[in-house]
């Protein structure tokens, strides 16, 4: 079965900080480029932050850059994203996806999503 998990979501303090995982199970991510997106019940989904499938091209929202990072280890099957300095505006539901492409990263084309993972961010 192919899916994605993500996980490390929670309640942290604003200023705090979190580590969002996306694992794969059922096929190889090293295929896939890989994004991050959010959504607030109401609102529209946002794409947060992308990588490439060899980790050489990241992007990031202006809501993200300079206080979130995205990484990956192919090696584990898993994307991070590492999220610091974390302000009560980032609540939300945190969601990865995949795209099977050979060069950059996008939000949009994705083939897998995963369930998404709750963050919080209140005192």
């Known amino acids: 079965q192919l899916q994605l998990v993500e996980s490390g979501g929670g309640l942290v303090q604003p200023g705090g900080s979190l580590r969002l995982s996306c694992a794969a199970s059922?096929?190889?991510?090293?295929?896939?480029?890989i994004a991050w997106f959010r959504q607030v019940p109401g609102k529209e989904r946002e794409g947060v932050s992308c990588i490439s499938r060899r980790g050489g091209i990241t992007k990031y929202a202006d809501s993200a850059k300079g206080r979130f990072t995205i990484s990956r280890d192919n090696a584990k099957n898993t994307v991070y994203l590492q999220m610091n300095s974390l302000k009560p505006e980032d609540t939300a539901v945190y969601y990865c996806?995949?795209?099977?492409?050979?060069?950059?990263?996008?939000?949009?084309?994705?083939?897998?999503w995963g369930k998404g993972t709750l963050v919080t961010v209140s005192s």
């Open positions: 996806a995949a795209e099977r492409r050979d060069a950059s990263c996008y939000y949009s084309g994705m083939d897998y």
């Open positions: 059922g096929f190889a991510l090293d295929s896939y480029a």
